[in-house]
């Protein structure tokens, strides 16, 4: 058995860490191509991520300026929200710091261990990252990369396969599913945008597996289909689900709450599985819509077969993001 409060823990530190890590990964693909987008494309394209992460009120609340790594800093350094990379992970590290005595050490070393540079990065003022054409940005990117990747070697290699390892691998996946469908929405663009189908792969961190089924210049369709529906891809939505839908089966024994998030993970993956999606995405909006919405409400569900219902995690925007806007750690 595990306690609530440790269930918790780990079902956010499993969140946080994929934040961080799919925020990174947006920022890397953002940085690489600023050098070859005019200024206006430039800042465009780093708003719609901006607001594909559901970060776009604090972005106001913060007036970012203008320049371009601007943006790279408030979603790499700024911990003033707890959208950025290092608001992210300090809350894996905070969460993880609860159940030190239910996870290898390994596990708490890298955490604290990436919490440690990352507080680093942020001591260094935005003003010298201006100056340094982004260039510690950067580094903190591919320092926050590394890091989540050794996090998820540590958690997969090491962890022992209880309750602890599925409600933190069920927050990893629920929160890449949530982000991949907020992304494809960015995707949809404003009718005089040009559609990136690489970009997008990109930020998912699915470019070279789709290309060798997709080809070079994928449209937006082929696109959603791969990151929706296909069975195979770690990164696809269904596949995600399937494997929730497993870490709470898992869960089912020992704990009777979690049989109404195990249906609405059969019922969400039975719907991308054997749905036709050409035909759904004939209205690409309303169906992304239906899955956003689908996805925050199992996260709920899952959150809430762990703690009290007074101590949800608030509603920011269409899908349940951590933190709880104010800039505090749970």
Known sequence: MILARHADSLLWAGRYLERADTIARCVSVETNAVMHRQATEARLASRRLVQA??????????????????????????????????????????????????????????????????????????????????????????TARRGCRSLSGVMTESMSRDEG???????????????????????????????????????????????????????WPAVAKFLLQHEQMPRSVLWCLGRVELRLEDLAAAAGAVATPRRRAGALRA?????????????????????????????????????????FAEVHAQFVRPGDGTGRLR
């Open 53 to 142: 992460l559901g970060l776009q009120d604090e972005f106001v609340a913060a007036q970012v300026g203008t320049g371009p790594y601007a943006v790279m800093d408030f979603l790499v350094s700024d911990d003033s929200h707890p959208g950025s990379v290092v608001s992210a992970v300090q809350a894996v590290r905070e969460n993880l710091r609860i159940v030190r005595d239910r996870i290898p050490v390994e596990l708490w070393e890298e955490a604290n261990s990436l919490h440690i540079l990352m507080q680093s990065a942020k001591s260094v003022g935005a003003a010298a990252r201006e100056q340094t054409g982004g260039e510690v940005s950067r580094m903190s990117v591919i």
């Open 271 to 311: 719907h991308l599985e054997y749905g036709e999606l050409d035909e759904l995405l004939v209205e690409p909006e309303a169906e992304l819509a239906y899955l956003g919405s689908a996805l925050a409400e199992l996260a709920a569900d899952v959150h809430a077969s762990t703690v009290a219902r007074s101590s």
């Open 165 to 219: 390892y599925a409600f933190m691998e069920a927050g990893r996946l629920l929160e890449r599913s949530i982000l991949t469908v907020e992304l494809l929405k960015s995707g949809l663009g404003t009718g005089s945008d040009v559609f990136d189908g690489n970009r997008l792969l990109a930020f998912t961190h699915s470019l070279q597996a789709a290309r060798r089924e997709l080809g070079h210049s994928p449209q």
